[in-house]
């Protein structure tokens, strides 16, 4: 039921790009998609809201394609204040509605 | 710019005491949420709240928890009997509305000795 992330682990050059795909069994309504860095709270990066949006802010980027029920997390020309860990945040209804995470990718941007 | 304030940062505390986490949402905002982190592993929702009741919470979420918006400012998550497997970081976080970008506070980390 928890959505997947792939891949579970990337480490990156300064400078280089990076696809974060997050994947859902479950028909997704709404996509989010969350920074942590180690140490400190979750911080929200976007929203996606339906199937074939994109969206972008600054160099970070994501889509969301509802058939497929995933969504996307394009990292550009990554900055080392990039590294953490990237979590897709989306609701499930299963009888009842509730939020949860996917499962997490941690990124590391190196020097 | 207004944030999510909680408190305390750090609670320590022996296993079957209650304990309660205290959270001061942003102002303007209407739900709130309670999530957990355990030491390593990922992000878990425990609870919503909107309109001074719970609209969505997870099988985590048992009756040894509860949530209670005792004035207009702030929000609490009461854990009733504290196990060992309740230590972790517990997140409160705020959205205008259901879903749409939610603020996080710095966390509480429980410790359950």
């Known amino acids: 039921q928890q959505p997947v992330q792939s891949p579970q682990a990337v480490i990156l050059r300064e400078g280089e790009d990076a696809v974060i795909n997050c994947s859902s069994s479950k028909a997704l309504y709404s996509v989010h998609w969350y920074r942590q860095k180690h140490g400190e709270a979750p911080v929200f990066l976007m929203i996606l809201l339906k199937g074939g949006e994109q969206k972008g802010h600054e160099k970070i980027s994501a889509s969301f394609n509802e058939k497929k029920q995933q969504s996307s997390l394009y990292l550009t020309a990554s900055q080392l204040s990039y590294s953490g860990t990237y979590f897709c945040g989306t609701g499930i209804f299963s009888g009842t509605y509730k939020y949860i995470f996917g499962t997490g990718t941690r990124l590391k941007v190196l020097a | 710019e207004p944030e999510v304030t909680q408190t305390p940062s750090h609670q320590v505390t022996q296993m079957g005491q209650e304990v309660i986490l205290r959270c001061v949402p942003i102002?303007?905002?209407?739900?709130f949420y309670w999530y957990r982190q355990i030491l390593g592993q990922k992000v878990e929702f425990l609870v919503s709240f909107y309109n001074n009741e719970i609209s969505e919470k997870s099988e985590i979420f048992d009756d040894q928890f509860s949530v209670e918006r005792p004035d207009g400012s702030n929000f609490t998550l009461k854990i009733r009997s504290t196990k060992l497997e309740d230590s972790a970081m517990y997140f409160c976080?705020?959205?205008?509305?259901?879903?749409?970008?939610?603020?996080f506070g710095p966390g509480t980390r429980l410790t359950v000795l």
């Open positions: 102002s303007n905002h209407l739900y």
């Open positions: 976080a705020s959205s205008e509305w259901g879903y749409n970008e939610q603020f």
